[in-house]
Structure formats: C-alpha cells, structure tokens
C-alpha cells in the first residue's frame, strides 16, 4: 500500500519560512517525480515545483526564485523549503508522486497559512 506522509506545514507570518517534507513507502519502486500542489479557497489545484529522479526542478512562476525543492532518493522523501512567504502563498499543500509506469498517488494535504 502506497503512502505519502506530509509534514511542516503551519501558521506564519508574511516574509516567514517553511519547510515542508513528504516521505513516500510502501513500493519497491523508486519515485520517478515527486512534487508539491496547492489549493487555495475556490481556486484549482495548481503545481508548484516538482523534481525528478535525475533532480530536475520545474517551478510555477509565482513561487520562483522564493521556494527550493529538493528531494533525498535514499529516503523517497521530497522537501519544499519556502522562503518570503505572503498571503498568497496561503493554500493546502498536496504532496504528489509519479511512479515508473505513471501511476500517480497523493498525500493528504498540510495547511500553509501565511497572515500580513
């Protein structure tokens, strides 16, 4: 049984950092992409970073050159450190997984709230 495990989410305010992280088990396989989504209140859930096996990063413009992902392939654990933070950045977190063959599986959310 495939599990995500989210972590560090939390209340900050503007300008803050947090640090989330995401260990994956339960496959023999090693993650092929790990990465964040966000949800804000009555918006779609939207990507914003994601990194390869190969460490390959992809960031959505808005969080660019504030957020870092990173991820340690001994652990199947991903990291996303988020530094300046607003009130924007406020949404739940998801954490994703892309497997080798496509399957797909997702955590189970961590609030981030930034206040102003």
């Known amino acids: 049984q495939v599990q995500l495990v989210e972590s560090g989410g939390g209340l900050v305010q503007a300008g803050g950092s947090l640090r989330l992280s995401c260990a994956a088990s339960g496959s023999i396989f090693s993650p092929y992409v790990m990465g964040w989504y966000r949800q804000a209140p009555g918006k779609q859930r939207e990507l914003v970073a994601r990194i390869t096996d190969g460490g390959t990063t992809n960031y959505a413009d808005s969080v660019k050159g504030r957020f870092a992902i990173s991820r340690d392939n001994a652990k199947n654990t991903v990291y996303l450190q988020m530094n300046s933070l607003k009130p924007e950045d406020t949404a739940v977190y998801y954490c994703?997984?892309?497997?080798?063959?496509?399957?797909?599986?997702w955590g189970q959310g961590t609030q981030v709230t930034v206040s102003s």
């Open positions: 994703n997984v892309i497997w080798p063959g496509g399957f797909n599986s």
